[in-house]
């Protein structure tokens, strides 16, 4: 393994064609508390250390197309506080500053497309649950201002949000407590609810991650519990329903599970951690990959499905692309993050 100083040009070391994320790992939880990061590499198992101090109090809140949405609170009072987002790319250094935001704490936030096209929309939703609604904030790149849009209860889908994610000009919420997902359309100002598969009936036993897929449009839904992935669901927005994916079923089947038609979602690779997700194809280099989730929870889990003798599935050793990241030395926190592919 090479460590390469920050001081260095990464943006000249990037191998195009390799459409494997990158992990970034930073000191820190909610909030990232030093000015040092690194990068880690999977083709070449390369890590480098970067630092900017701009992040330095800042919670990451999306990483895709090789940027970071960050913010921090300038200031705080009982029912809100104005926050500063901003862009980062730790492979180029840019920084793209947004306007500020008055928002309540409890928040989450993602963009549509790369900070460099002009259709990026930025997403942030807060929750007032001491007044019982919830603000939806949206922010193209080129305006001046937020435009903000109070939705008056939220009884029906709960105060805490997994993550958010974007498909075909949807962004989606992951509810915590309830049995929804919540769904805005920003062309359209339009808030609507959907049903999670009839398996996640008490969601509150469950950790839901909505993961992305950018190259197809796909909505991703991976349930896991203490960090061991159990099922796999794909939305279908043009029939507003969940499909089943059998060949990423790990957890046990029932009778709920009978109820969700079945499809397969061959030669993918599925990323996932407490911040991100995003499902690849399993091409070139990575077609290795096949079928397989990595995760960057506590431990390195990898998981591997193939079909067994009855239809089934079971789990097999994987690939170890990333197992030489050093954990246990650096205890950072880890999330993917995606080279650019063009230049």
């Known amino acids: 393994m090479v460590c390469k100083s920050w001081r260095l040009n990464i943006y000249d070391d990037i191998k195009y064609a390799d459409k494997l994320p990158w992990i970034m790992g930073y000191s820190g939880k909610k909030k990232i508390h030093s000015s040092l990061f690194y990068l880690y590499?999977?083709?070449?198992?390369r890590r480098y250390l970067l630092k900017n101090k701009i992040l330095?109090?800042?919670?990451l809140r999306a990483s895709k197309f090789g940027w970071l949405l960050l913010f921090k609170k300038l200031t705080k009072s009982y029912t809100c506080s104005s926050s500063s987002f901003f862009f980062y790319s730790p492979f180029t250094g840019e920084i793209i500053q947004l306007p500020e935001l008055h928002m309540e704490d409890i928040n989450r936030a993602t963009f549509s497309t790369a900070p460099a096209s002009s259709n990026c929309?930025?997403?942030v939703i807060n929750l007032c649950y001491r007044a019982n609604k919830f603000c939806v904030s949206t922010f193209s790149l080129g305006d001046t201002t937020w435009s903000s849009h109070w939705f008056n209860d939220y009884h029906g889908h709960g105060p805490l949000i997994y993550n958010v994610a974007y498909a075909k000009g949807v962004f989606y919420c992951a509810f915590h407590a309830f049995d929804v997902m919540g769904a805005y359309n920003p062309a359209l100002r339009e808030w609507k609810l959907h049903l999670y598969p009839p398996v996640f009936k008490r969601p509150?036993?469950?950790h839901l991650s909505l993961i992305e897929s950018p190259d197809d449009g796909n909505l991703i839904l991976?349930?896991?519990n203490y960090n061991d992935p159990e099922w796999v669901f794909r939305f279908d927005q043009s029939q507003m329903k969940w499909f089943r994916i059998e060949n990423f079923m790990l957890g046990q089947s029932n009778a709920d599970h009978e109820q969700v038609e079945i499809e397969n979602l061959n030669n993918r690779i599925l990323f996932y951690s407490l911040d991100n997700g995003?499902?690849?194809?399993?091409?070139?280099?990575?077609?290795?990959l096949a079928n397989t989730i990595y995760s960057t929870s506590f431990r390195w889990y990898r998981w591997c499905t193939s079909r067994g003798g009855k239809g089934g599935t079971h789990q097999s050793p994987c690939p170890q692309i990333y197992d030489w990241v050093d954990e246990g030395a650096d205890r950072l926190w880890k999330v993917w993050i995606q080279p650019p592919q063009t230049r």
Not at 41 to 45: A, C, G, L, T, Y
Not at 56 to 59: F, K, L, P
């Open 278 to 288: 995003i499902s690849l194809p399993a091409e070139g280099e990575a077609s290795k």
């Open 222 to 224: 991976l349930s896991y």
């Open 56 to 59: 330095v109090g800042a919670e």
């Open 204 to 206: 509150y036993q469950y």
């Open 121 to 123: 929309v930025i997403f």
């Open 41 to 45: 590499e999977p083709s070449q198992k």
